[in-house]
């Protein structure tokens, strides 16, 4: 997936979000914002991922940054949905549909998540709407275009 970065992010000021996140971000997902501190995903069809357990596809639109604008920025995302979220989860992106994908840092439910919140997909109601991803954010294979 080719992402037109936001620009890196220092040590200090991923330490400063996961603050105000209140979670420890996953080893792989904060080499990510070292490098390229989120950014819009080139629509070159390399974005898809294939959510597995319903045979869908979702397009990533943009990785949220930090201290960017408002549209993109993943303090505002996780501060406007905070009351919807489960325990410990971050929104990290979301796709062209404007579901969100979100993290969760460890534990048994550890990986990225799809969040279908808009009921795009068929399969989706108010009892199931998320939907896993992959288990480690390396496995989506980001890289900077």
Not at 7 to 30: F, Q
Not at 67 to 82: A, F, H, R
């Amino acid at each position: 997936m080719n992402v037109q970065c936001f620009g890196p992010l220092s040590e200090d000021a991923i330490c400063k979000l996961e603050s105000a996140l209140g979670v420890t971000l996953p080893g792989n997902y904060r080499e990510f914002l070292k490098e390229t501190g989120g950014g819009i995903v080139k629509q070159d069809g390399n974005n898809k991922i294939m959510v597995t357990s319903i045979g869908q596809t979702i397009a990533v639109d943009v990785f949220f940054g930090y201290g960017v604008t408002q549209n993109s920025d993943i303090l505002y995302w996780n501060e406007k949905y905070k009351d919807e979220m489960l325990d410990g989860a971050v929104l990290i992106g979301f796709d062209v549909h404007q579901g969100f994908l979100f993290l969760i840092a460890g534990g048994d439910d550890a990986g990225v998540y799809y969040w279908d919140d808009s009921y795009v997909f068929e399969e989706s109601d108010d009892d199931q709407n998320v939907y896993l991803l992959v288990k480690d954010f390396s496995e989506l294979a980001v890289r900077e275009s």
